[in-house]
T-cell receptor, first 114, second 115 residues
Framework: DGGITQSPKYLFRKEGQNVTLSCEQN?????MYWYRQDPGQGLRLIYY???????QKGDIAEGYSVSREKKESFPLTVTSAQKNPTAFYLC?????????????FGPGTRLLVL | DQQVKQNSPSLSVQEGRISILNCDYT??????FLWYKKYPAEGPTFLIS?????DKNEDGRFTVFLNKSAKHLSLHIVPSQPGDSAVYFC??????????????FGQGTTLQVKP
């Protein structure tokens, strides 16, 4: 079964702690994306990567970091510099053909601050 | 500045009737539009998309209409079913200018279909 998996489903962060959210896809997609959803709002882009070993900041990258060492994986680290990390985090991927593509989403990770 | 707006936070329709969800945008560079359906605590599911070279795209019960001059798109669901009850997001990207596929999302409209 091809798809996008995110883990864990729920994650708790203590003050001053960095936490890493996992995103894996077996769709053979080149492009991957991280979004954040807050209550009553749409999704906002944090980081995206169009190819392995390359990534770009989205609209709200401050306090976050990513890596793209493998095509299948695009982990997101929420650092202690992110002052309001409580949100629902969504990972997406697309083929990466640079022409009007559809992004497909994983099930999401809810991050809560203790 | 919100480039994609869904001005109706919620919509309630009777089963079997038509549901019409609306979306407005401000950026004339947007050339690809998508609708996603989302249940609580789950990721969005892709429903239907439309390129700016078209004004209508149909897939089963779902039809998306695009009015470029008005910078407006709408999603029609006919007939509506209780299982359609969810939050619907419209999203837009500007492939021609940015070549990145970055999606800009509206705030979402919660659809309730009553049996």
């Amino acid at each position: 079964d091809g798809g996008i998996t995110q883990s864990p489903k729920y994650l708790f962060r203590k003050e001053g702690q960095n936490v890493t959210l996992s995103c894996e896809q077996n769709l053979n997609h080149d492009a991957m994306y991280w979004y954040r959803q807050d209550p009553g709002q749409g999704l906002r882009l944090i980081y995206y990567s169009q190819i392995v070993n390359d990534f770009q900041k989205g609209d709200i990258a401050e306090g976050y970091s990513v890596s793209r060492e493998k095509k299948e994986s695009f982990p997101l680290t929420v650092t202690s510099a992110q002052k309001n990390p409580t949100a629902f985090y969504l990972c997406a991927s697309s083929m990466g053909g640079y022409n009007q593509e559809t992004q497909y989403f994983g099930p999401g990770t809810r991050l809560l601050v203790l | 500045d919100q480039q994609v707006k869904q001005n109706s936070p919620s919509l309630s329709v009777q089963e079997g009737r038509i549901s019409i969800l609306n979306c407005d945008y401000t950026n004339s560079m947007f050339d690809y539009f998508l609708w996603y359906k989302k249940y609580p605590a789950e990721g969005p599911t892709f429903l239907i998309s439309i390129s700016s070279i078209k004004d209508k795209n149909e897939d089963g019960r779902f039809t998306v209409f695009l009015n470029k001059s008005a910078k407006h798109l709408s999603l029609h669901i006919v007939p509506s079913q209780p299982g359609d009850s969810a939050v619907y997001f419209c999203a837009a990207s500007a492939w021609g200018s940015s070549n990145t596929g970055k999606l800009i999302f509206g705030q979402g409209t919660t659809l309730q279909v009553k049996p």
